[in-house]
């Protein structure tokens, strides 16, 4: 990365740039990737929430991709490898694609928002009524961080619309933003 830096800034364009191309190209090539990889007829399409590095094949899990026919030990398995290096316990979003021959593609994405906010906030909960009753606190830096986080999984790689849609969940969440 250093060295084609090197060559951009004898053109006198900015790392910034730089780095937004390859963040953006790199996103471009995983989706080619992906889409190479659903040339397989895909069967069913399974979005499951799990806690890291904790997946057994009880209930939930274990019906839901028994139903399918997917091999949960396997499943249970790979999941609990890919999740490795994440925190215990803290859920993260699954997705499952099944092929005809019953062979499966596990994506782990980020967890949920809302589960990072809670996380960074230390609250439980949710406020059951967000602009009667406010919950906890959350700081600009916290909201920066979660969004930094997100922005693997979003739709956008502008950092500032991230903030936005965090903020956004932080405050349908009864959270105060400091």
């Known amino acids: 990365m250093s060295s084609i830096l090197a060559k951009w800034k004898k053109y006198k ?9 390859f963040k953006f190209s790199f996103h471009v090539k995983f989706k080619k990737i992906l889409k ?9 399409k399974i979005k499951l929430r799990i806690p890291a590095r904790q997946a057994t094949p009880n209930p939930p899990v274990g019906p839901i991709l028994g139903q399918k026919g997917i091999n949960i030990m396997n499943f249970c398995k790979i999941f609990n490898e890919k999740t490795s290096s994440a925190e215990k316990g803290i859920i993260v979003s ?5 092929y005809p021959d019953k062979s499966f593609d596990v994506i782990i994405k980020t967890p949920p ?9 230390g609250i439980e909960s949710g406020s059951s009524k967000p602009n009667l009753k406010k919950v906890g ?7 920066k961080k ?3 986080i997100k922005m693997k999984d979003m739709n956008t790689h ?3 619309s991230i903030i936005k849609s965090v903020k956004g969940t932080a405050r349908s969440m009864g959270l105060e933003i400091n």
């Open 13 to 21: 364009i900015s790392s910034l740039l730089v780095e937004k191309y």
């Open 36 to 44: 190479r990889k659903m040339k397989k007829k895909i069967q069913a």
């Open 94 to 98: 699954v997705l499952v694609y099944l």
């Open 113 to 121: 928002t809302s589960e990072l906010l809670k996380k960074f906030s």
């Open 137 to 143: 606190k959350v700081s600009k830096e916290q909201i």
């Open 146 to 148: 979660i969004a930094e």
């Open 158 to 160: 502008d950092l500032s």
